[in-house]
T-cell receptor, first 112, second 114 residues
Framework: GAGVSQSPRYKVAKRGQDVALRCDPISGHVSLFWYQQALGQGPEFLTYFQNEAQLDKSGLPSDRFFAERPEGSVSTLKIQRTQQEDSAVYLC??????????FGPGTRLLVL | AQSVTQPDIHITVSEGASLELRCNYSYGATPYLFWYVQSPGQGLQLLLKYFSGDTLVQGIKGFEAEFKRSQSSFNLRKPSVHWSDAAEYFCAVSGGGGADGLTFGKGTHLIIQP
């Protein structure tokens, strides 16, 4: 079956621009997670949704980061006024109930 | 707070040789443990997981891992590596409650020598 998909795969933004990253989870998966992976590092947790409810956003690095999942399926991670330190790969994962997470290919964001 | 340590940043192994990648974790209760593999430009693929029961778990691509509570370890092994195993390997831990984000180690880069 279809896995987790993310778009765009690559995004180049000028410093100060807003960006929106999309995640399409596996159909029927209740849980959805976003992670940020800096170059040469392991992924770091950003936020978690159960259906449309955002239950944990403790990992969001600043109030410039915002995530939503309004209908409990597709999710969007938005970064306002991008900074160079936001350059990273943003990974989305979905899970039937939360224990095992299945990852998408990621969006590589480069802020110039 | 939970944490994961992968002590080896890089490991070089000859094709056909055995492999062991180390992972140590810190977690207050019984953890859920995972190994993921990431090829260049790709997302993370789940190799195997441990939730409970038999401490030796089998995964895909011929990998296995052993949970040792006394050593807080979950090392990944493969008896004979193939050139296609060259990738970045990540160990991860969660509380398993269904609402926990994963905590990852920094990864081990596996290089396969011909």
């Amino acid at each position: 079956g279809a896995g987790v998909s993310q778009s765009p795969r690559y995004k180049v933004a000028k410093r100060g621009q807003d960006v929106a990253l999309r995640c399409d989870p596996i159909s029927g998966h209740v849980s959805l997670f976003w992670y940020q992976q800096a170059l040469g590092q392991g992924p770091e947790f950003l936020t978690y949704f159960q259906n449309e409810a955002q239950l944990d956003k403790s990992g969001l690095p600043s109030d410039r980061f915002f995530a939503e999942r309004p209908e409990g399926s597709v999710s969007t991670l938005k970064i306002q006024r991008t900074q160079q330190e936001d350059s990273a790969v943003y990974l989305c994962a979905s899970s039937p109930k939360g224990e095992t997470q299945y990852f998408g290919p990621g969006t590589r964001l480069l802020v110039l | 707070a939970q944490s994961v340590t992968q002590p080896d940043i890089h490991i070089t192994v000859s094709e056909g040789a055995s492999l062991e990648l180390r992972c140590n974790y810190s977690y207050g209760a019984t953890p859920y443990l995972f190994w993921y593999v990431q090829s260049p430009g790709q997302g993370l693929q789940l190799l195997l997981k441990y939730f409970s029961g038999d401490t030796l778990v089998q995964g895909i691509k011929g990998f296995e891992a052993e949970f040792k509570r006394s050593q807080s370890s979950f090392n990944l092994r493969k008896p004979s590596v193939h050139w296609s195993d060259a990738a970045e390997y990540f160990c991860a831990v969660s509380g398993g409650g269904g609402a926990d984000g994963l905590t990852f180690g920094k990864g081990t880069h596996l290089i396969i020598q011909p």
